[in-house]
């Protein structure tokens, strides 16, 4: 103890406190967190409303209010959907870590059959979209082609033209839809998460939806491969030129002045 | 650049031979022109052995570039087009883009390196003084030209003959007309082609993925859907043209949340149809936010705010986006109730 008071006015001391204090806030939250405590059992189907609103009242209800109708730090869930609720949790948006200009993919927190609950629960709030099955989102036997025209139409201008993503206003961005699965594409489009405009069967049917994930699994899916070897992050022409001016045109100038240093004379100066 | 660094070099006790003759400043003519430095000579002036290893490395350059056209030209035929491989930083790649980039690529640099090094260590590199001639003639070639001139002008009866003289000064003016005239086929005036699209009262919505007419029921709280007019398809001719100018962003919107009167006025039971066209440079807009209800530009991000009648709250855009009036008729589809009120697309001189 003399030891460590004896160093109390070290430069550093203060840093060090200031380390200890953040790791002690810190675990003590990973220990006290919300998500973390909430375990739900292996229930009945029949359950699953219950369990999910046990799961919401911990996990959700201190944003979106305690039956769902919404606060001021977040909107209304009735009539969302389970559909809605698949994707926010299920692609780790919800539980939000933090306001901000919009909730950010992250680590999923709920297992599947947490997810299934609190979108029962939700569900149960007053009717909207449901879970797509297996069979609604498979690419399978879909239109490429179709898809590409429809992805162009209604999807290109945020999200560019092979998923890639995009800058929107004020901090808010279209993300790049590399590696999202099938079913949360379809869910996205189904319900509109956060600003994204929804793009509901009314507008767009079943089978455009299906042609659109088929597009997307042909142009940025894992097998897709680029003839073009460097992406440069698939932006267009931006990024292209502007490899190309800094690159291509900075080796030659580099040649050139190479070529020009050097002297051919016998005699070196 | 050796003389400035030794100036050494520049007295007359290192000069060999009459080229570049230093003159030497004295009291006579104190800023003499100190003319060109000695020439220099390099290794392959001076070396048999070097000029042979030089005109040898020159070759095989000129070589490589052959060899590897022949590799263009195998690769080519070799490579399918949807073949593909892993070549390290680049990561996958189209083998038949990859090995004719390459091959196109070394065949010219060798035919460029080639050169660069035949001219730098084969070619001559004495230095040559070319002075620059008088730009003035001299005084008896001038004093021929005028008299020349002078004679040709009185045999033609150029002067005497006024009747020719102003006849030919005519056909000279007329001629270039022609060429004016033909300036009229660059295209017809737009006329009011700016200020017209195919909307027109009890034309239908159409929704452009599934070519159907819209419901009001259709379109959801949030949702963005694009539409085009009744009767226009896409194999249509002129369907680009006309699209440019008709295409329709729809969106629905609360009424309480609607803080426009007219706009409120000219939606149904909430949707509301806005043109696409950004009023800047006539992008297509459409990166639509549903829960600020702003429309971003991606061109030069202008954003409208079609709550509040597409007012511009950002950007270069100088007027708000026009507002379609729409209604429903009575077998329940959305239908125009007219052209929009004012241009669509980029402001123009004429625009008012």
């Not at chain 1, 550093?12 to 967190?33: C, I, P």
């Not at chain 1, 869930?77 to 901000?100: C, E, N, Y």
């Not at chain 2, 000219?266 to 549903?290: D, F, M, N, R």
Request: proline share 6%; hydrophobic share 40%.
């Amino acid at each position: 103890m003399k030891k460590l008071s004896a160093r109390r006015r070290h430069p550093l001391a203060a840093v060090v406190v200031l380390l200890l204090a953040l790791a002690a806030t810190g675990g003590l939250y990973a220990a006290f967190a919300p998500a973390d405590k909430a375990q739900a059992d292996e229930t009945a189907q029949s359950l699953a409303i219950d369990e999910g609103k046990k799961l919401y009242a911990v996990g959700c209800s201190s944003c979106h209010g305690t039956g769902g109708q919404g606060s001021s730090d977040g909107p209304s869930l009735v009539g969302v959907g389970a559909a809605a609720v698949d994707f926010q949790v299920g692609t780790g948006r919800m539980p939000l870590q933090q306001q901000g200009a919009q909730a950010p993919k992250k680590k999923v927190i709920y297992s599947q059959a947490q997810i299934d609950q609190l979108a029962a629960y939700i569900a149960s709030l007053g009717a909207g979209p449901n879970i797509p099955t297996e069979k609604q989102v498979s690419p399978e036997g879909a239109d490429i082609a179709k898809g590409g025209e429809l992805f162009r139409t209604n999807c290109a201008q945020c999200h560019n033209f092979t998923g890639e993503g995009g800058a929107l206003t004020h901090g808010k961005y279209a993300p790049s839809l590399e590696g999202v699965s099938p079913k949360h594409i379809y869910e996205a489009m189904q319900t509109g998460p956060q600003n994204m405009p929804s793009f509901p069967d009314t507008t767009m049917p079943e089978k455009a939806k299906k042609d659109i994930i088929a597009y997307l699994d042909a142009v940025n899916g894992e097998k897709t491969e680029s003839p073009g070897g460097l992406k440069l992050g698939g932006l267009g022409p931006v990024s292209e030129g502007l490899f190309a001016w800094i690159f291509g045109l900075g080796a030659l100038i580099a040649v050139a002045v190479w070529v020009a240093a050097r002297t051919a004379k016998a005699k070196k100066s | 650049m050796s003389s400035q660094e030794n100036p050494e070099e520049n007295l007359p006790s290192e000069q060999e031979s009459a080229h570049g003759a230093v003159a030497v400043a004295d009291e006579a003519d104190p800023f003499a022109d100190p003319g060109l430095p000695p020439h220099e000579h390099r290794v392959q002036d001076i070396d048999e052995q070097a000029a042979r290893r030089s005109e040898r490395t020159v070759a095989l350059l000129f070589t490589i570039s052959m060899l590897a056209t022949v590799a263009f030209i195998a690769s080519f035929v070799a490579f399918p087009v949807d073949k593909s491989v892993y070549i390290w930083p680049i990561g996958h790649i189209s083998a038949l883009n990859f090995s004719l980039g390459m091959t196109l690529g070394i065949a010219l640099f060798c035919i460029g390196a080639g050169a660069v090094h035949w001219a730098r260590t084969l070619m001559s590199d004495v230095e040559v003084a070319d002075d620059r001639h008088p730009i003035e003639a001299e005084p008896e070639v001038k004093a021929k030209v005028m008299a020349d001139f002078a004679a040709g002008a009185k045999e033609s009866q150029l002067g005497r003959r006024k009747l020719i003289r102003n006849t030919m000064f005519g056909a000279l003016a007329m001629v270039p007309l022609s060429g004016v005239v033909l300036l009229r086929d660059l295209g017809p005036l737009p006329e009011d082609k700016l200020r017209h699209t195919l909307w027109s009262k009890g034309k239908l919505l159409v929704n452009m993925n599934t070519n159907e007419p819209l419901r009001p029921s259709d379109v959801q709280v949030g949702s963005l859907t694009f539409a085009k007019p009744e009767g226009l398809e896409e194999h249509d001719h002129d369907f680009q043209t006309q699209i440019a100018k008709a295409a329709l962003m729809i969106v629905r919107i609360q009424p309480d949340n609607i803080k426009d009167k007219r706009e409120l006025e000219w939606s149904h039971e909430g949707v509301v149809a806005y043109s696409k066209i950004c009023t800047h440079v006539g992008c297509p807009i459409s990166l639509y936010e549903q829960q600020t209800h702003h429309a971003l530009c991606p061109c030069h991000q202008s954003t409208f705010d079609l709550s509040d009648g597409a007012r511009v709250i950002f950007g270069p855009a100088g007027h708000a986006l026009p507002q379609l009036k729409i209604g429903v008729n009575e077998e329940g589809y959305l239908e125009a109730h007219g052209d929009f009120d004012e241009p669509v697309g980029p402001a123009f001189w004429e625009r008012g």
